[in-house]
């Protein structure tokens, strides 16, 4: 049974067009995130959620739109897609412990989206 | 600002040879520091969390340690099953994991 499960796995599409990725965990955790991670791997946190609330937007433009409907769920809506948003997502999820987040993430095996 | 510094970006070892991976840091009120596995077309698994500058953790043929300007990953008698990509990352309250770019791990037999 799969903890952080993310659909689709791959997406190819035109620029110009609008793509969601749906990200789901059955960890019973709290907190929930998005990462970026480019053509030469570095992973980069884009929005944290904690308990469908947004505690985390790294100045991830205003195309990108997460939407978390229970803290089990967590979405990316990319409206007008452009090249250089290629690159794999991925979701993660992550407990609390004394108010705080702790860093052991859990991932999901990712999103590759390719925008032609 | 908080800075993740991986070196080497890539590392080859013939099984056996045990080598070290570094992890250097810049970061105001560290909350943790953190190594992951990335294995190709995977998510990142979690390694070990290391909290003070002198902890040691092990798992394996791999040993975290930690002072306070640095992490070390140490792999002892490698097999081709530990190729991967090692991620170090570091949290701070407030933030979510800063990762650095990782040093991709190949082991030959």
């Known amino acids: 049974d799969t903890a952080v499960s993310q659909t689709p796995k791959y997406l190819v599409t035109q620029m110009g067009n609008d793509k969601s990725i749906k990200c789901e965990q059955n960890?019973?955790?709290?907190?929930m995130y998005w990462y970026k991670q480019d053509s030469k791997k570095f992973l980069k946190i884009m929005f944290s959620?904690?308990?469908?609330?947004?505690?985390i937007n790294e100045t991830v433009p205003n195309r990108f739109s997460p939407k978390s409907p229970d803290k089990a769920h967590l979405n990316l809506h990319i409206n007008s897609l452009e090249l250089g948003d290629s690159a794999v997502y991925f979701c993660?999820?992550?407990?609390?412990?004394?108010?705080?987040?702790?860093?052991?993430?859990?991932f999901g095996e990712g999103s590759r989206l390719t925008v032609l | 600002e908080d800075q993740v510094t991986q070196s080497p970006e890539a590392l080859r070892l013939q099984e056996g040879e045990s080598s070290s991976l570094n992890c250097s840091y810049t970061?105001?009120?560290?909350?943790?520091l953190f190594w992951y596995r990335q294995d190709p077309g995977k998510g990142p698994e979690f390694l070990f969390t290391?909290?003070?500058a002198g902890e040691e953790k092990e798992k394996e043929r791999l040993k975290a340690t930690l002072t306070k300007k640095e992490s070390f990953l140490h792999i002892t008698a490698p097999k081709p099953e530990d190729s991967a990509t090692y991620l170090c990352?570091?949290?701070?309250?407030?933030?979510?994991?800063?990762f650095g770019k990782g040093t991709t791990l190949s082991v030959s037999s």
């Open positions: 990352a570091v949290y701070r309250a407030g933030t979510a994991l800063i």
């Open positions: 960890l019973g955790h709290d907190t």
């Open positions: 959620y904690n308990n469908k609330e947004l505690i």
């Open positions: 993660a999820s992550s407990r609390r412990t004394g108010g705080q987040n702790t860093g052991e993430l859990f």
């Open positions: 970061v105001s009120g560290l909350r943790g």
């Open positions: 290391l909290y003070s």
